[in-house]
C-alpha cells in the first residue's frame, strides 16, 4: 500500500477528479471528516436536501412522505401531508356575520395530519338584535361530504360552561360547522340552533372551540 501526502488534488482545467474505480471501496478512517464548501452529489438521500442550518430533511416533491413502522413501502403507513396554521372563525346567524366583540379578540389554529385536521379557536359575539340559525364559518380545509357522524366538533359557551354538538354539512363540503343543543338526530334534517336561544340581545357571549373532522371519506 502506497501513501500520498498532498494539501490539495486538483485536475486539469476543463476535467474530473476521479477517485478509483468501480467496485473500489473508498474507505474514510475513524476521526476523518469531509467537509462540503461546494455542491455535493451522490450523498444521502435521492430526492432529499437539507434545509440549511435547521438540519430539516426537505423532499424534492411535495407528495414524498416518509414511511413510519414499517421497514417496507406500505400505504398505510405512509405521511405525506402535514401542515399547521391558523384559520379565523366567522360567527354568523342566517347567513349575516354577527359583529365581534370588542377587546375579546377571534383566531384560531389548526393542524393537519393526512386527512384529519384538528382545530380550536375562540371568538367573541356582539348579538345586537340580530336573529337566525347559528354557524361559523372559515374551517381551513373543506370537510368530506357524508353523513353525520362523520365529523364532531364541541363548542364551550363562555361561563355558562353549556356545550354545543356541533357538525359540518353532510350533505355538501362548505367549509361550515352547525350547531345543535342536544346533537342532531342521523336520521332527521334539523335546522339547527338559534343565535338568540344561546345570546341575549345586546349581549356580548365567549366561546371556545375545540374539534376534530376528516377531508377524505
Not at 28 to 39: K, L, Q, R, V, Y
Not at 126 to 135: A, D, E, L, Y
Not at 187 to 194: A, F, H, R, V
Request: overall charge negative; some cysteine.
Amino acid at each position: 500500500m502506497s501513501t500520498i501526502n498532498v494539501n490539495t488534488w486538483e485536475p486539469e482545467s476543463g476535467t474530473d477528479l476521479t477517485l478509483g474505480a468501480s467496485g473500489d471501496t473508498i474507505t474514510i478512517p475513524s476521526g476523518a471528516t469531509i467537509t462540503n464548501s461546494g455542491t455535493a452529489t451522490g450523498f444521502g438521500l435521492t430526492g432529499w436536501s437539507v434545509n440549511g442550518g435547521n438540519n430539516d430533511l426537505l423532499p424534492a416533491s411535495a407528495s414524498a412522505g416518509i414511511y413510519l413502522g414499517v421497514s417496507s413501502a406500505t400505504a398505510a403507513n405512509l405521511l405525506d401531508d402535514y401542515e399547521e396554521g391558523t384559520w379565523t372563525p366567522v360567527p354568523t346567524a342566517s347567513a349575516t356575520d354577527l359583529t365581534a366583540a370588542s377587546g375579546d379578540p377571534t383566531g384560531g389554529a389548526y393542524y393537519k395530519i393526512g386527512s384529519t385536521v384538528y382545530i380550536r379557536a375562540h371568538i367573541g359575539i356582539n348579538r345586537g338584535t340580530t336573529t337566525g340559525t347559528f354557524s361559523i364559518t372559515g374551517l381551513p380545509f373543506a370537510p368530506v361530504q357524508g353523513n353525520y357522524g362523520n365529523n364532531c366538533l364541541l363548542g364551550h359557551k363562555g361561563s355558562d360552561y353549556v356545550y354545543l354538538a356541533g357538525r359540518t354539512n353532510n350533505m355538501g363540503t362548505d367549509s361550515t360547522i352547525h350547531w345543535y343543543n342536544p346533537p342532531p338526530d342521523t336520521s332527521t334534517q334539523i335546522t339547527g340552533l338559534t343565535v338568540e336561544s344561546i345570546v341575549g340581545a345586546s349581549v356580548v357571549r365567549a366561546f371556545n372551540i375545540a374539534g376534530v373532522y376528516s377531508t377524505e371519506a
